[in-house]
T-cell receptor
Framework: AQKVTQAQTEISVVEKEDVTLDCVYE???????LFWYKQPPSGELVFLIR??????QNEISGRYSWNFQKSTSSFNFTITASQVVDSAVYFC????????????FGAGTQVVVTP | NAGVMQNPRHLVRRRGQEARLRCSPM?????VYWYRQLPEEGLKFMVY????????ESGMPKERFSAEFPKEGPSILRIQQVVRGDSAAYFC?????????????????FGSGTRLTVV
C-alpha cells in the first residue's frame, strides 16, 4: 500500500525567510512518481514538480528546490526567500506504475508567509 | 489548448437533492480521475474512468455516488440524495493513456474543482 506523510500541519514564516516542507512516502514499488502541488486560497491545484524514482537528482526552479532521497524515502521541498504569494497549502503526492494515474496525497502543509 | 474544464464552479444543493458535477478532459486525454477534498483535509481518490469504462472505483462511497465517462461528452460525477457530509471540493484530473516523454507534469492535469455545498 502507498502512503504519503506530511507531518507539518502549518508553518508560519516572515517574508524572506526560507521554509522547508517535509514529505515522507511509503511504497513497495521500485518505480514510482512523486509530485508537489500548490493550492492557493483561490482553491485550484497548481502543479509544481514531478519526480521519477530512478532520478534522484535534486532540482531547482527559481526560489523552489526539491531534495529527493530514496534512502530515507523523502521528497522535501524548500522555498527560498519566501514571499506573501507563497502562502498556500502544499501537497505531496505519490503514484506507482500499477496505478500511475491514481495519486495518493499527503494531508498537506499550510504555509503562512507574513510581511 | 484548453485545460481540464469543470462545471459548475460552485454548486449549492438542499439535502436530498441530486448533484451532478461535470468534467471535460483535456484534448487527447482519454482517462479521467475524480478526487474529493473534504474541508481541512487532503485530496482522496474516488474513481478512475476511461471512455465507457470504470477502471478503479475503490474510493467511491458504496451508496449514492456514481460516475460515468460516456463515449461522447464530459465525465459526470453524480451524487444522489445529498447530505451535509457531501459538502466538499470535487476535483477532476485527466491524462493520456501513457506517459508522454517530455511532459513535465506527467501528462496529468487537474481542473479548478467544483465546490459543493449542501444546505
Amino acid at each position: 500500500a502507498q502512503k504519503v506523510t506530511q507531518a507539518q500541519t502549518e508553518i508560519s514564516v516572515v517574508e524572506k525567510e526560507d521554509v522547508t516542507l517535509d514529505c515522507v512516502y511509503e511504497t513497495r514499488d521500485t518505480t514510482y512518481y512523486l509530485f508537489w502541488y500548490k493550492q492557493p486560497p483561490s482553491g485550484e491545484l497548481v502543479f509544481l514538480i514531478r519526480r521519477n524514482s530512478f532520478d534522484e537528482q535534486n532540482e531547482i526552479s527559481g526560489r523552489y528546490s526539491w531534495n529527493f532521497q530514496k534512502s530515507t524515502s523523502s521528497f522535501n521541498f524548500t522555498i527560498t526567500a519566501s514571499q506573501v504569494v507563497d502562502s498556500a497549502v502544499y501537497f505531496c503526492a505519490l503514484s506507482t506504475t500499477d496505478s500511475w494515474g491514481k495519486l495518493q496525497f499527503g494531508a498537506g502543509t499550510q504555509v503562512v508567509v507574513t510581511p | 489548448n484548453a485545460g481540464v474544464m469543470q462545471n459548475p464552479r460552485h454548486l449549492v444543493r438542499r439535502r436530498g437533492q441530486e448533484a451532478r458535477l461535470r468534467c471535460s478532459p483535456m484534448k487527447g486525454h482519454s482517462h479521467v480521475y475524480w478526487y474529493r477534498q473534504l474541508p481541512e483535509e487532503g485530496l482522496k481518490f474516488m474513481v478512475y474512468l476511461q471512455k465507457e469504462n470504470i477502471i478503479d472505483e475503490s474510493g467511491m462511497p458504496k451508496e449514492r455516488f456514481s460516475a460515468e465517462f460516456p463515449k461522447e461528452g464530459p465525465s459526470i460525477l453524480r451524487i444522489q440524495q445529498v447530505v451535509r457530509g457531501d459538502s466538499a471540493a470535487y476535483f477532476c484530473a485527466s491524462s493520456p493513456p501513457f506517459i508522454i516523454p517530455g511532459q513535465g507534469n506527467y501528462g496529468y492535469t487537474f481542473g479548478s474543482g467544483t465546490r459543493l455545498t449542501v444546505v
